[in-house]
C-alpha cells in the first residue's frame, strides 16, 4: 500500500523528479522539528519571505529529506543559511561548531564534483575550508549520492554553493528515482551516507574519508548499481507467477554460472517477483532481508516497482557463490512465507 507523505505543517507530495531549481538534503530527524517550527511557524516564514517551496516529509526513520526549490540558486542558498543553524544537532560530536551537511544529487552528477583523481574535491576542500566527501554507493532504491561537507557555518555555505554551481552544468543521464527516506537501510548506511545507527559525520564511508572499523559478520559485496530494467530470456522469468523465480536454486555446493565468470570475481544477476512477495523477502523493517544479506555477504537491492507494473526486480551483486546462495536464502522465504510455491528451479 503507497504511503502518503506529510510534514508537521500538513500534507505534501512526494518528489517526482529532480530540476536545477530544487535542491534536496538529507537530515536526521531529530532536527526536523527545528526546522518547521512550532505548528510550521519557522517553515512558514521561509516560504513566505523567499517565496519558496520548501518541504520537510514526515518520516517514522532517523532521516528525512529537506526539499528546497526557488527560482534561483541565490535564494536557495539564503534559505540554506537562514537554515543552517538549526541543524547544528546534526553536526560532528565533541564540543566543536561545525556542522555536518549532507546533500542529495544524481549519481550521474557526481563526476564532476569528484573530478579527475579526486583533483576537483581536493580543490573545493581547499577553497571553501568545508571537509568534502561523496559516498561511492547510492541510497536505498534510489540514483541519488550523498555529497557530505563538514565544517563552520560559512565554509559548508561555500561549499554548497560550489557543488551546486558545478553540477548544475551537468545534464542528468539516465533514469531518476529520488531518495525515500522511508526505505532507509540502517545495514548499508555507512555505504551511502545516512543517519541512525549513531551515525557521526567525518569518518563514515565516503570518498576519501578514514577506513571504518570492519562490521562483525561475513563479508560484504559492493551495494549494486541502481535497478534497471531486468534483462529479456529466461532469467529472472517467471512461470506464470505459479513460483519463485527462476535463478532461485538450492543450497550451492559450487558456482555454478555460464560464461567467463571465475569463483572469485564480482558479477551481478537480476530477478524479477510478484510485488506481493516483496514482503515476505524483506520482513518486518527490513530484518530479513538484512540476515539474507549478512548471510550470504552478496549486495541484494529490491527495486520498486515500475508504474503499471505488477512486478519488482531483484539485483543481486557479488561472487558467484555469494549469489548462489543469496538465492537459495531468498527461495526459502518465499517458501517460509508461503509453502504452497514449491522448491527448486523454475
Known amino acids: 500500500m503507497k504511503r502518503d507523505a506529510y510534514s508537521e505543517d500538513g500534507p505534501v507530495h512526494k518528489r517526482q523528479r529532480q530540476t536545477d531549481d530544487e ?5 536526521p530527524s531529530k532536527v526536523a522539528g527545528s526546522i518547521i517550527g512550532k505548528g510550521g511557524s519557522n517553515i512558514s516564514k521561509l516560504r513566505n519571505e523567499y517565496k519558496a517551496s520548501i518541504t520537510v516529509p514526515d518520516c517514522p526513520g ?46 550521474s552528477r557526481a563526476g564532476c564534483v569528484i573530478g579527475k583523481a579526486g583533483a576537483k574535491i581536493k580543490e573545493l576542500r581547499e577553497k571553501t575550508g568545508a571537509r568534502l566527501k561523496i559516498f561511492s554507493s547510492t541510497a536505498p532504491q534510489s540514483t541519488e549520492r550523498v555529497v557530505q561537507l563538514v565544517g563552520g557555518k560559512d565554509a559548508v555555505a561555500a561549499g554548497v554553493r560550489e557543488v551546486l554551481d558545478l553540477i548544475r552544468q551537468v545534464p542528468i543521464k539516465g533514469a531518476i528515482q529520488n531518495y525515500d527516506p522511508h526505505n532507509y537501510d540502517d545495514y548499508y548506511a555507512d555505504e551511502y551516507g545516512g543517519f541512525g545507527g549513531g551515525a557521526g559525520a567525518a569518518g563514515r564511508g565516503g570518498r576519501g574519508g578514514p577506513p571504518r572499523t ?7 559485496a559492493p551495494r549494486p548499481p541502481a535497478p534497471r530494467a ?23 555446493p559450487r558456482a555454478n554460472f555460464p560464461g567467463h565468470t571465475f569463483p572469485g570475481q564480482e558479477t551481478s544477476t537480476q530477478v524479477t517477483i510478484p510485488k506481493d512477495l516483496a514482503g515476505a523477502i524483506i520482513g518486518k523493517a527490513g530484518s530479513r532481508i538484512r540476515k539474507i544479506r549478512a548471510e550470504s555477504g552478496a549486495g541484494i537491492e529490491i527495486a520498486e516497482p515500475l508504474p503499471g507494473s505488477s512486478d519488482r526486480i531483484i539485483t ?15 527461495q526459502q522465504s518465499v517458501h517460509e512465507s508461503n509453502p504452497n510455491l514449491g522448491r527448486g528451479n523454475f
Not at 23 to 27: A, D, E, G, Q, Y
Not at 230 to 252: L, V
Not at 316 to 330: C, F, N, S, V, W
Open 230 to 252: 531486468a534483462p529479456p530470456g529466461p532469467r529472472g522469468a517467471f512461470n506464470d507467477y505459479g513460483g519463485p523465480p527462476r535463478g532461485f536454486g538450492g543450497p550451492p
Open 214 to 220: 570492519p562490521r562483525a559478520g561475513p563479508p560484504r
Open 23 to 27: 535542491v534536496t538534503f538529507l537530515i
Open 62 to 107: 532517523p532521516e528525512r529529506v529537506l526539499s528546497i526549490s526557488a527560482s534561483d540558486i541565490d535564494t536557495i542558498l539564503e534559505i540554506v543559511k537562514d537554515i543552517l543553524p538549526n541543524l547544528a544537532d546534526g553536526g560532528l560530536k565533541g564540543g566543536n561548531e561545525d556542522l555536518d551537511i549532507r546533500l542529495l544529487i544524481h549519481q
Open 316 to 330: 543481486i551483486t557479488g561472487t558467484p557463490q555469494r549469489i548462489q546462495m543469496a538465492q537459495y536464502l531468498l
